[in-house]
């Protein structure tokens, strides 16, 4: 059974500052998903890492994918305050995502 | 449609009633899942559908749960029953191909009183 674990469960930073969301999964796949959901609103697709190695940017967040880890990051950089959500990765089981639990980012001006 | 349609938006409703959420996925999607979100949780899947067939059901939670895609296209999930339990934003999304691309409705609040 695949399991998706991501940690912080909750994030607070201040505005301008750097950090990282991790993503470790526990079965081999090559297809790994972030999402960001606002309150009460649905999930937002930011980033499809296809394969080893790959990363994306968009803005003030990279994220990468390291197969052979199950690991993937979602960095944040210079924090501003418009990208307090909830952050999901999920991973592709062949038949359906599986989501981690999601970190709660507040950034705080 | 532009977009992954999900009615209704909020559905509240006696425990030990029935429901269906309606999903309606963008033109020309082969491929159609369902998801449960509880509160302060990542989705949960329920089911798969490619084209009418159910593909896979196997997060279906017991046998009150149910759906269909009769024409391939609209797709219906029904609680019979409904529990407190059963609370929770009901997701759908939709493909172009399976297992790629998806692309998510805004869900159907569903609450059991």
């Known amino acids: 059974e695949l399991k998706v674990e991501q940690n912080p469960l909750f994030l607070s930073m201040q505005e301008g500052k750097n950090y990282t969301i991790y993503c470790n999964y526990s079965?081999?796949?090559?297809?790994l998903y972030w999402y960001r959901q606002d309150p009460g609103k649905s999930l937002e697709s930011l980033f499809v890492?296809?394969?080893?190695?790959a990363v994306k940017q968009e803005g003030r967040l990279m994220a990468s994918l390291d197969t052979k880890a199950r690991l993937s990051t979602l960095h944040i950089t210079a924090a501003v305050h418009d990208l307090s959500a909830t952050y999901f990765c999920a991973v592709d089981g062949g038949r359906m995502l599986t989501f981690g639990g999601g970190t709660r980012l507040m950034v705080k001006p | 449609g532009a977009g992954v349609s999900q009615t209704p938006s909020n559905k509240v409703t006696e425990k030990g009633k029935y429901v269906e959420l309606r999903c309606d996925p963008i033109s020309g999607h082969t491929a159609l899942y369902w998801y449960r979100q509880s509160l302060g949780q990542g989705p949960e899947f329920l089911i798969y559908f490619q084209g009418t067939g159910a593909a896979d059901d196997s997060g279906l939670p017991n046998d009150r749960f149910f759906a269909v895609r009769p024409e391939g296209s609209v797709s219906t999930l029904k609680i019979q029953r409904t529990e407190r339990g059963d609370s929770a934003v009901y997701l759908c999304a939709s493909s172009l191909l399976p297992n790629y691309g998806y692309t998510f409705g805004s869900g159907t609040r569903l609450t059991v009183v």
């Open positions: 079965t081999t796949s090559d297809r």
């Open positions: 890492l296809l394969s080893n190695g």
